[in-house]
T-cell receptor
């Protein structure tokens, strides 16, 4: 069965601190995709990144970076030098790359609060 | 480019009334998803369509819920009769699935409809 676990319910940091959001997944497939979405206080869900199971290279985009480790089934998200605007709920999601289906299984989310 | 469009953004209704939520996916996207978000259950997939055909409706909670996609640019989610426990934010999302197992495109979400059933 597919499952995504975000054990951190809520994290609070002070501006400029680095913060890592954890994501652990379970799947029996060898081909799958992992995602991170951001949900700011305004409520919309914003796509951040997609990673396929064949690509374990870490990715950096500005202050955001992602660490994908198949050995530990983890896809962690780090924000460097956090800012107040980073305050949001962050969701990790998993999809198995099965023909004709593209369901996403979401984790329960981690609420990040960045204080000035 | 217009994103996924949902209407209404907010809906307040009384128990027993029919509620219809609407979604216009991104042009060219061939998969459409309806999600429900609550504090207790998080984000739940209700149903999704591929090329206007319902593929998986196992997440639809009860027969009171129904969804249609009459064409590639429009979908509805209907609740009849509505109950207070249906109060939630309902999201529509779309993606461009290319039909192979080796490629997957991200889902783009609409702004959501906040439904309150009194």
């Amino acid at each position: 069965a597919q499952k995504v676990t975000q054990a951190q319910t809520e994290i609070s940091v002070v501006e400029k601190e680095d913060v890592t959001l954890d994501c652990v997944y379970e799947t029996r497939d060898t081909t799958y995709y992992l995602f991170w979405y951001k949900q700011p206080p305004s409520g919309e869900l914003v796509f951040l990144i997609r990673r396929n199971s064949f690509d374990e290279q870490n990715e950096i985009s500005g202050r955001y970076s992602w660490n994908f480790q198949k050995s530990t089934s983890s896809f962690n998200f780090t924000i460097t030098a956090s800012q107040v605007v980073d305050s949001a709920v962050y969701f990790c999601a998993l999809s198995e790359a099965t023909y004709n289906t593209d369901k996403l299984i979401f984790g329960t989310g981690t609420r990040l609060q960045v204080f000035p | 480019d217009a994103g996924v469009i949902q209407s209404p953004r907010h809906e307040v209704t009384e128990m027993g009334q029919e509620v219809t939520l609407r979604c216009k996916p991104i042009s060219g996207h061939n998969s459409l998803f309806w999600y429900r978000q609550t504090m207790m259950r998080g984000l739940e997939l209700l149903i999704y369509f591929n090329n206007n055909v319902p593929i998986d409706d196992s997440g639809m909670p009860e027969d009171r819920f129904s969804a249609k996609m009459p064409n590639a640019s429009f979908s509805t989610l209907k609740i009849q009769p509505s109950e207070p426990r249906d109060s939630a934010v309902y999201f529509c999302a779309s993606s461009e699935m290319d039909g192979t197992s080796l490629s997957y495109n991200e889902q783009f979400f609409g702004p959501g409809t906040r439904l309150t059933v009194l």
